[in-house]
Every structure is written in C-alpha cells, then in structure tokens.
C-alpha cells in the first residue's frame, strides 16, 4: 500500500512540477524509505538529459525501491574498485545503469547515517571510466572509515540509534543492506568555515584534561589492534570510571579538525599526552619536532604556492568551492581559479532553479563560458544543454571534446530539429553505429526513403516492419509491399498493394504464400490466407467497378471462392447484367432467370427519380413503361429457353444431333413444348407456343446445332 501511494505521489508529482525536486534527500518521495538518497550533481545532470519521461519515472521507481531495501536476488551488480576496498553497486534502467555506494551523513546528537548515493546515470559502457575516477577519490580515504561504511543495518543508522546487525536477519537476501552501496562522503568531520585559520596551535590539551591519566586506556585498543610493542601498564575500560573519555575525545577533535592546513600540539606533560601521541605515531600521523627558534620561524613562514595550489584541489573534491577559489588565488592558479568558479556556479544552479529561474539561467550561461575558456569543453557542453541551447552543446561535444561524444551530440541535434545531421552522426561518428537511431532521426526529418534503407539493410530482419512502413509512408508501394512479404506481414503487404494498385502483385503473393503454406512454418502467424484472398479480390473488384471497367472486375470476380459470394458481390453493386451472364456461362440458367426477375423489379434503364426533373412526366412515364415491358418479355424468353432445355434434355435431342432448318426445330420444339405442357389443357398449350414465338419472333439466335452434339 505504500508503495502504491509513493507511486501515485510520484505520477502527481511528474504531471503538475516536474521531477526535478524528487531527486532531494529531503524531499517527499524518500521520507519514508529506509535509507535517505542522495544524488550527486553527475547524476542529477544525466536524468535530466532523459528525453522519455518514462524512463525518467523508471529511475525513480527503481531508486525508491533501493531505498525501501529491495536487491535483485540473482544478478550481480557488484563494482571492484582496484585500490580501495570499497565496492560500488550497478542497476540496470533499461539501456542505462545507475551506480551507487554508501555516504555517511552526520545528523544531529552527533550521530552518522548511512545513505545511499547515487553517482551517475550512464550506458554500460562508460561504468569503468567512473569507476577509475571514483577509486582515486576512495583511495585517499582510512579502512577505518570505509570498514565504518562497509558496516551492514537493517535500517540507515550506523551511531547515535538504535540498529540491527545483518547477523540478526532471517531473511537477508531480500534486505537491500548498506554493504549494497559503497559509498565516500564529502568528508566525516565537517568542512570548516571560511573564518578557519590554516594553522592551529594546540596547548596543553592533555595536561589540562580532568581524565589525566585514564588516557592510558588508549593502550588498551593499540594492545587490542596488534599496535602496543612494549608492555606498558594499562588499566581496563569501564564505563562508569571512563565516562568523561567521549567528551574529551569529542573536544580533541573538534581542535584537530578546525585548521585548513597545519596543526601544532605543544603539551607540557608527556605522561598524560604519551598515550594518545604514541597512538597517532604509530600511525604515522604526526611529526614530532623540538620547540625551538628554528621551530618558531617555521611557523611563522608563509604557506608555498605550491602548497596553496594543493589546498585548493582538496577543496574542490570536498566541493567547497569559494575557499578553493581563494587558495588559487593565492597560487596564483588561473585555471583553477575558474575551473572552482565554474564549478561553483554550476553547484549554485541546483538551488536557484525553483527560486530565481533568471538568475540559475545566467550562472548556466556564465559557467559555460569559463569552462569553454579553459578546455573543459564536455563541461561546457553540458551546461548550454542545460540552457536548451541544444546545436551549441551538440557542436562542442561532436568536435572540442577530446575523445568526441558523437552520441551526446546526435541527440542535441535531434533535440535542436537538425534530424538529418543527428542521422549522419549516428551513422558516420558512432562507434560502433547506431542505425535505429539514424532511421529514426530520418524519419521525423520526413526522410522516409533513406530510413527505410537504413532500417532494411542495417538493422536486421526485426526491422523488416519499419523499413515496410517508412516505405509505404514514402509513396513506394512496390518495395514496401516486398519488404512486407519478405518480413510474412500478410495483410499489411496486401494492403499496400491495393492503396498502389499492384493488383496482379498481390495475387501473386498470395498465390505463393498459399503454395507454401505447409511446407514454411513462418507462413502460418495465425492468418486465414484464404479469407485474406477474398477480402483482396472484393476490394479489387470493387476498384475497378468504381472507374466503370466491368471487364477486368469481372476476371477477379471470377477467382472469388464461391458462386454464392460472387452473387452477394455482384448483387450488391446491382451489377445484374454481369450476374446473370457468369450464371448462363456456368450452366445455371433458373438462377439466370431468377436474375432477369429481379430486373424486372429494378428496372436498370428506369430514369433515377434524382433526374426526373430534366423531363417531362408523360416521356418519364412513357419511357419507364416501355423499359418494363421490354424486361417482362426477356424473363419470358430466358424462361422458354429453360423449359426448352429442360425439356429437349430429358428426351434425348442434345444426344441425337437433329438436323433441319431453325423453323423444322422450332416445330419441332413447340411440340415437345406441347406435349410436355399438355396436362394443362390448352392454356398449357398456348403458354407454350407462346414462349417458343417470344425464343424466335425476339430475334434471339438459339440454334439447337450449338447445343446438340
């Protein structure tokens, strides 16, 4: 359920502000989660490079479920740093992957949290470039401190709270614990303020301390970490005796860590400092020297530029960029004076972008500009994309970054309109190329032809569809009706040929695809090949009776697959004339005669009432009359020559081949008439005769040497 509602919360959110704010540790999507996340400024710069909204909501579902403890069971996400033990952690997004670790967050009651940390959002490709820079950073760190983020809890807290370790859980693999994510801060002490002197002198800590010799319990922890080579006396911890030890050891390193530079110890009772002195020697993390003139002149000389420059490069790893900007100053470091400007502009952004839009745009625009003066051209890039200045960003990244990024410029381009030049670059600059990508770019530039090329030689036969379509979108109907056919599209191949009028194309695949409908298993994707027959020659036929060319309708008409849907298809276009020959030519004359009835009752020739206005009623109804009985005596005629067959069959003339004139025949056949209408008297008998003078005295050619043998 609470998930459901962070989700819900999170499609609000997406729709009505955007997705920027979402990505703070403070924010509404993560006050719950188990652990608080924090996204670093790379990171937050490649989710908002994202052009799907979709993926956008991707990242944060799957960050969310990080937080809340989820970990893949199976897969193995694990990142070895090669000259620190930290581990990083990698997450599939799709085609992306997010790196995270652990950072340690120091809250109030002086109590350090465990939080996830998310580094970047990049392709597979770029993880070991990251992982390189980020184990430089880890390097300068103690085991101490990264044994302290190694440390696996339930919940985020590490000091201060109340935890769980790992060892407790039943079910650990379906914790996510910190050991997930390996993760440096900033720093675990806090950055000093501007006002922090670079030295400090530090007098008689020790000696004026009320635990005095209790120090010697620090014996005690070197004796327990293989530390302590002589055998000095020692007593053992108890809490109750040792209370004031925390407090002191807080005090000591609020001291130790409120200089920039150097710290200097001066104690005048050794018994009381030994302890703690002979801790950090062993450590090698002091020098010990001789209060003297020489000494005093030392810390009275001026710190080297060298030194300054130095300071100035550790405070930019700790981001604290107006001090690193003054060291460099000092240094007189020109670059990195502006890389630290540059850098604190861009950092300035993150808090200026809902409060004061203006201003967060002219830092951009600002910070582009020193890091393009001094050769950080990718950082350049990256702040005019910022600034929607999408061609500016794609030509720097295509020809001032050193390696280029060629699929960083393409989608500026793409994003700039420029379809065509992000098509080229995705064909020519990528390595390897990215063709999808180009078909693409080419298809929103209306480049049809040259994406279906693309997508039909390049992007293999998952493509066969696309390459069809942006065929068909072209005008190209022959080849998006063979792509079609090659990829078994069947209906969408026929389709294309009847909008192109590839009438006899189509029948020719259809006529294929049903001669090796057994024998290819790929023809079978669930499609009646005979229904679609059908439905193609309805539609052909149906073409060519809209441009009035009965003649070829009637030679698809044919191939329909059955006599009874070429009646409903002919019937429903009222093509009578045409029905009732295809009947006569297949030996069906009753039905031929059933046909000629239903002109009688549509009359073909009738004047339409929507033109009765063009002439007089007495010609209307004359020539309406005239055109009635005319088809009343031609469904007498086609009557009589059924009866006629009927008849001449059953006593055996078609078989005998009677010879004689048409006028012997006729008596003959008026007598056969006769006989055979003979139980109805004379009525039967004028009937008859009747029919045979309407078969003759019409001027109807029925020869009965055509149909006796």
């Known amino acids: 359920m609470a998930m459901d509602m962070e989700m819900g919360f999170l499609e609000a959110k997406r729709e009505f502000e955007g997705l920027d704010d979402l990505l703070k540790a403070d924010g509404d999507l993560f006050q719950n989660a188990r652990w608080k996340v924090l996204c670093s400024d790379d990171f937050r710069k490649s989710f908002w490079k994202l052009e799907s909204s979709q993926t956008q909501k991707l990242v944060l579902i799957l960050l969310l479920k990080l937080s809340n403890g989820w970990r893949p069971k199976k897969k193995k996400v694990d990142l070895k740093c090669k000259s620190s033990s930290m581990v990083l952690k990698k997450f599939k997004v799709e085609d992306l992957y997010i790196v995270c670790s652990i950072d340690v967050l120091k809250e109030q009651w002086q109590s350090y949290t465990q939080v996830l940390k998310a580094w970047d959002l990049l392709p597979l490709q770029d993880i070991e470039r990251l992982v390189q820079r980020l184990d430089g950073i880890f390097k300068m760190y103690t085991e101490d401190f990264i044994s302290f983020c190694n440390e696996k809890y339930l919940e985020g807290f590490a000091s201060g709270g109340n935890y769980i370790l790992e060892s407790a859980l039943q079910n650990v693999d379906d914790i996510d614990g910190a050991a997930q994510f390996k993760h440096i801060p900033d720093s675990l002490v806090d950055i000093p303020p501007q006002t922090y002197p670079l030295d400090v002198l530090l007098y008689n800590f020790f000696g004026s301390s009320p635990l005095k010799g209790q120090w010697r319990i620090v014996y005690e922890y070197m004796k327990e970490k293989g530390l302590l080579d002589a055998t000095w006396p020692f007593p053992s911890f108890k809490l109750e005796k040792h209370n004031m030890l925390c407090s002191e050891l807080k005090q000591l390193y609020v001291a130790i860590t409120r200089t920039r530079q150097r710290l200097w110890i001066c104690e005048n009772e050794e018994e009381f400092s030994n302890p703690v002195f002979d801790f950090w020697k062993k450590k090698c993390l002091v020098q010990v020297r001789k209060l003297d003139n020489s000494l ?7 710190s080297s530029l060298e030194e300054w420059k130095s300071l100035g490069y550790k405070l930019l790893q700790q981001r604290n960029y107006a001090m690193a900007t003054g060291c460099f100053e000092r240094a007189h470091c020109t670059y990195g004076e502006e890389l630290s400007k540059a850098l604190g502009l861009r950092a300035n952004v993150d808090r200026l972008r809902g409060l004061n839009p203006e201003r967060a745009s002219s830092d951009w ?4 500009k020193i890091f393009y003066s001094i050769g950080k051209a990718e950082e350049a890039a990256d702040c005019f994309y910022m600034l929607k200045k999408y061609e500016k960003a794609g030509q720097i990244y295509l020809e001032k970054c050193h390696p280029a990024l060629p699929e960083q410029a393409a989608k500026c381009f793409t994003r700039a309109g420029r379809f065509e030049a992000a098509a080229q670059i995705y064909l020519e600059e990528c390595h390897p190329a990215m063709p999808e990508q180009a078909a693409k770019c080419f298809t929103r530039a209306g480049r049809f032809e040259a994406a279906g090329q693309i997508y039909l030689e390049k992007c293999g036969v998952s493509a066969l569809g696309k390459a ?18 090659r990829g078994n599209y069947f209906s969408k191949c026929l389709s294309v040929c009847e909008e192109g009028k590839l009438f006899e194309t189509g029948l020719q695949y259809l006529k294929y695809w049903k001669q090796n409908e057994n024998s290819d298993k790929r023809l079978a994707k669930g499609e009646d090949l005979d229904k679609l027959k059908q439905s193609f020659l309805e539609s052909t036929a149906l073409h060519f009776h809209k441009i009035n060319d009965e003649t070829t309708m009637m030679n698809y008409v044919r191939d329909f697959d059955s ?47 929507e033109y009765s206005d063009s002439l007089p009623d007495e010609d ?90």
Not at 296 to 302: D, F, I
Not at 365 to 368: G, L
Not at 654 to 661: D, E, I, K, R
Request: net charge neutral; with cysteine; hydrophobic share 40%.
């Open 296 to 302: 005093a002149r030392s810390m009275h000389l001026p």
């Open 365 to 368: 625009k600002q910070a582009a």
């Open 468 to 485: 069809a379509e942006c065929f068909h979108l072209a005008g190209n109907y022959k080849t998006a009706a063979e792509v079609y056919a």
């Open 563 to 609: 006599m009874r849907s070429i009646r409903a298809f002919l019937l429903s276009l009222n093509c009578l004339d045409e029905l009732q020959s295809l009947e006569e030519e297949s030996g069906n004359f009753l039905e031929a005669a059933n046909v000629a009835k239903l002109r009688v009752l549509t009359p073909a020739n009738c004047v339409p009432y």
């Open 620 to 709: 209307l109804n004359t020539k309406n009359s005239n055109d009635f009985s005319m088809q009343v005596n031609l469904v007498q005629v086609y009557l009589a020559k059924c009866i006629f067959l009927l008849i001449a069959a059953r006593k055996g003339c078609l078989q005998t081949g009677l010879a004689g004139s048409e006028e012997y025949f006729a008596e003959e056949d008026e007598n056969l008439m006769s006989e055979e209408c003979g139980g109805l008297g004379d009525v039967g008998k004028r009937v008859a005769g009747r029919l045979m003078n309407k078969v003759w005295g019409y001027g109807q050619k029925f020869s009965p040497r055509s149909y006796c043998k």
